[in-house]
């Protein structure tokens, strides 16, 4: 079974620019979660879709957007790009959403490494 | 929302030793995860806890709810275990997602 794939694995943007990083989840598993990883922050929840549907979305701007498409795939969105959102951006994915006391084993995908100059 | 806590944040062991990795947290959970990430950035999934005790290989994970408290346990220390693991904790569905704590860098010299 193919794991988690996330493209582009790096990539280079300057200030200001727009960028999109995908992620395909493993072959039916319906829920995608995005991370931020940086040396200051840490690993910071950025979002979690279920079935074309944001459940939960963490303390990030409004630069910060994703979405799901029928097939669970998912995509990510950062506008007017900033020099600390230059950072490892992770998805893992799962056979279920997070709920109540049902939560499920996390599988993640390599990364998309952003840096912006 | 909830404060992770990790402790060490950098530990350095021989080849052959018992490592423990520890685990604090402020609010009730409904799971913890032990992740486990490599030079380059790949994060693998060690363990899922609500309760009780896992063991996978020389890898034991223990958590006690009533303390918020969760121990990583590597048995018979290998180099290859040199990676930073990472406790996360799942408040259950709610809007926070997953928090993390900031990790412990794992060196294991032969």
Same mark, same amino acid.
Request: one cysteine or more; hydrophobic letters at 30%; a positive charge.
């Given at each position: ?46 979002? @979690?879709?279920?079935? @074309? ?5 963490? *303390? ?11 097939? $669970?795939?998912?995509?990510? *969105? ?15 994915? $799962? ?9 499920? @084993?996390?599988?993640?995908? @390599? ?7 | ?33 032990? %992740? !486990? !990430?490599?030079?380059?950035? &790949?994060?693998? +999934?060690?363990?899922?806890? +609500?309760? &009780? ?5 020389? %890898? ?5 709810? !009533?303390?918020?408290? +969760? +121990? %990583? ?19 259950? &569905?709610?809007?926070? &997602? %997953? ?9 294991? !010299?032969?």
């Amino acid at each position: 079974k193919a794991g988690v794939t996330q493209t582009p694995r790096y990539l280079i943007k300057t200030r200001g620019q727009q960028v999109t990083l995908s992620c395909s989840p493993i072959s039916g598993h319906r829920s995608v979660s995005w991370y931020q990883q940086t040396p200051g922050q840490g690993l910071q929840f950025l979002f @979690e879709y279920f079935s @074309e549907t944001q459940r939960n979305k963490g *303390n990030f701007p409004g630069r910060f957007s994703g979405r799901q498409f029928s097939n $669970s795939r998912s995509e990510m *969105n950062v506008s007017t790009l900033e020099l600390g959102d230059s950072a490892l951006y992770l998805c893992a994915s $799962s056979p279920q959403p997070r709920s109540g006391t049902n939560t499920g @084993e996390l599988f993640f995908g @390599e990364g998309s490494r952003l840096t912006v100059l | 929302k909830n404060e992770v806590e990790q402790s060490p944040q950098n530990l350095t062991a021989q080849e052959g030793e018992f490592i423990t990795i520890n685990c604090s947290y402020s609010v009730g959970i409904s799971a913890l995860h032990w %992740l !486990q !990430q490599h030079p380059g950035g &790949g994060i693998v +999934s060690l363990f899922m806890l +609500s309760s &009780g005790k896992k063991k996978h290989g020389r %890898l034991i994970a223990t958590i006690n709810i !009533q303390e918020k408290h +969760s +121990s %990583l346990h590597i048995t018979a220390s290998h180099p290859r275990d040199s990676a930073v693991y990472i406790c996360a904790v799942d408040s259950g &569905g709610g809007a926070d &997602g %997953l928090t993390f704590g900031k990790g412990t860098h794992l060196i294991i !010299q032969p």
